[in-house]
Structures are given as C-alpha cells and as structure tokens.
T-cell receptor, first 114, second 110 residues
Framework: DADVTQTPRNRITKTGKRIMLECSQTKGHDRMYWYRQDPGLGLRLIYYSFDVKDINKGEISDGYSVSRQAQAKFSLSLESAIPNQTALYFC?????????????FGPGTRLLVL | GQSLEQPSEVTAVEGAIVQINCTYQ??????LSWYQQHDGGAPTFLSYNALDGLEETGRFSSFLSRSDSYGYLLLQELQMKDSASYFCAVGQDSNYQLIWGAGTKLIIKP
C-alpha cells in the first residue's frame, strides 16, 4: 500500500464551486505539505503543518484553506475555485533526521477548473 | 530574495554522463537536496548534501560548494529511464523547509 495517498486523483469542477482534496499518510510523520505544480514549473508551497495544532501559510495560500484532522490526514480546500487554480496538486510528508528533511510525495491530484 | 537557478532543459546521449547545475540564493542554508520526477509522477528523493563535497549513490552523485552557493547532480551511464525532470531544493531555515528550483528536464537520446 502507498504510504501517502491522495483523493481524488483527478477532478473537474466549475468556477465558483468549493472542492476538497484529501491526503492520508501511514508513515507516521508529523510534517505535512500541500504543493501545486504548473506545467514546466517547480513546486510551490500552499500550506504546511508541522503537527496537528500547527498550520502555516506557504508561498501561495490565497484562495486555499487547509484542515489537519489528525496526524495522518491533511485536507486542502478551494473555497471558490477559479480557472487559474487548474494545476497538479501534491501532498507530501517529511521526516527530519540529522538535519536532513526528506519529503515523500503522494501521487498527485489533477484539477481542472472550467 | 530567495531563488534557485537550474537549467530548464538538458539533452544527453544514452550511456553518457550529464551534470545538472543548481545555484541558490537563500536567507539561510540547511542542505541541498535533489529530487527526480518522471512525467505524470510524483517527485522522489535522490540525494542530499549538507557539507561541501561529493556524495555518491550508485550512478548518481551530488556535489555541494557552500562558499559558491552551488551544487550539481551528476548522472553516469545514462539510461533511457533517467529521462525525467530533476529538482534541486534548499532547506533555508531552522525548520528545514525546502525552497524548490523550477526543475531541469533531462532528455536522453539513443
């Protein structure tokens, strides 16, 4: 079984709709992240959480919100989807050992906003 | 500002050696990481350098020069399956959060 799972894998929605992307992990990591990736570009951080009670905005948090329901679950919501939120969304977890952070990514969710 | 610069695309021949460079400008530095991403896939961790020098893992090596704010990923004995995008990322604060480069698309020709 995959250590980091994302649902749905693909989603088509209309402008103005509220949608939620879900992420679950079985790695037992406290740190979790949401990124978006646009074609030909790198990863941009939306939100991150270092434990259940810790939520932080990333580089591009406007238009997004998150919920850390448990150590294993971190959800991303688009309150009112717009076409320029069409992208590939990745959830990631990480562990920190000896000063090295290694991130482990889910398979991604492809979102199309019409 | 904070930035990581890497070439957008590199082309090489199967069996050859290729080097992908990364220069960074960040407010702090807590290590340089490299990730691989195949088309349609998720990024996966390749290597990490916290100190100057070369780290070798099989056909892949990664180098860091902190004084030059520079590192590179070296891929030897290229195989077609190495065709992917490669991202450098810097841990830039005491929380070790990663700042990502835009990625280098490696194209391998037979």
């Amino acid at each position: 079984d995959a250590d980091v799972t994302q649902t749905p894998r693909n989603r088509i929605t209309k402008t103005g709709k509220r949608i939620m992307l879900e992420c679950s992990q079985t790695k037992g990591h406290d740190r979790m992240y949401w990124y978006r990736q646009d074609p030909g570009l790198g990863l941009r951080l939306i939100y991150y959480s270092f434990d259940v009670k810790d939520i932080n905005k990333g580089e591009i948090s406007d238009g997004y919100s998150v919920s850390r329901q448990a150590q294993a679950k971190f959800s991303l919501s688009l309150e009112s989807a717009i076409p320029n939120q069409t992208a590939l969304y990745f959830c990631a977890t990480s562990d920190l050992q000896g000063g090295r952070e290694t991130q482990y990514f889910g398979p991604g969710t492809r979102l199309l906003v019409l | 500002g904070q930035s990581l610069e890497q070439p957008s695309e590199v082309t090489a021949v199967e069996g050859a050696i290729v080097q992908i460079n990364c220069t960074y400008q960040t407010s702090g530095f807590y290590g340089l990481s490299w990730y691989q991403q195949h088309d349609g896939g998720a990024p996966t961790f390749l290597s990490y350098n916290a100190l100057d020098g070369l780290e070798e893992t099989g056909r892949f090596s990664s180098f860091l020069s902190r004084s030059d704010s520079y590192g590179y990923l070296l891929l030897q004995e290229l195989q077609m399956k190495d065709s992917a995008s490669y991202f450098c990322a810097v841990g830039q604060d005491s929380n070790y959060q990663l700042i990502w480069g835009a990625g280098t698309k490696l194209i391998i020709k037979p």
